[in-house]
């Protein structure tokens, strides 16, 4: 299911979100499922991935280096294009700095001033990445896959990313990664991980006066 899942939903033929699309990726998380409950040293690597992610800047790191594999392989099939480009050149930063971010902070080598900085490189990339990759603009209808002769008519058919602007896996891994770099960015610029148990107000906002600004809030 893994070597399914991977030809099929990345090069083809489905690449955007379709029954058989929906039914690959089903059988591949069952499979997942299957393994790490035939295996108990696959089971015991899921629940101690489980509880290293639990933290929230370790948690959004691995998000962004998924996203960045993802991404990756979801552009090689869109060669020609100058946004898949764009997206290869974009997951390998990605990667790397996701990668080395999370290195240097397991050895506790990088200082609190070179994380932020670090969060706010990766937030403003994927940004880019999600505006640039997901949204169909009208400059991709200037790049032309063949021009067939029918009827002495040139007719243009035209090849859009569709893996990034129609629901594919180069859509799904923009956003997850755009997340995941807004919720790393947000735990070290404002010094509190996104928790999804609270409600959304309580998770967004900004502590300014510390305890006493955080009961007034939940007490509002």
Request: aromatic share 16%; glycine share 8%; proline share 1%.
């Amino acid at each position: 299911w893994a070597v399914s899942a991977f030809i099929l939903t990345f090069y083809h033929p489905y690449t955007v979100p379709s029954n058989a699309y929906i039914a690959t990726w089903i059988g591949f998380i069952c499979s997942v499922l299957y393994l790490a409950g035939a295996y108990s040293s696959v089971g015991s690597a899921f629940r101690t991935f489980s509880e290293i992610t639990i933290e929230p800047a370790i948690g959004a790191l691995y998000g962004l280096i998924a996203a960045s594999v993802v991404v990756f392989f979801a552009a090689l099939g869109y060669s020609r294009f100058w946004t898949a480009t764009f997206a290869l050149i974009a997951s390998i930063v990605s990667f790397s700095v996701s990668s080395l971010t999370y290195y240097l902070l397991q050895k506790q080598r990088l200082s609190r001033g070179q994380t932020k900085a670090s969060a706010a490189l990766l937030l403003v990339l994927w940004t880019l990445a999600v505006f640039i990759l997901t949204f169909d603009l009208d400059v991709e209808k200037d790049f032309v896959d063949s021009i067939v002769l029918i009827n002495q008519t040139f007719t243009l058919r035209e090849n859009h990313m569709d893996a990034f602007t129609k629901g594919g896996n180069g859509f799904l891994a923009t956003w997850a990664g755009a997340f995941s770099a807004f919720a790393f960015a947000y735990n070290e610029h404002v010094g509190s991980g996104l928790n999804f148990k609270r409600t959304l107000s309580q998770s967004l906002a900004v502590r300014w006066g510390g305890e006493g600004s955080a009961e007034g809030i939940q007490s509002a």
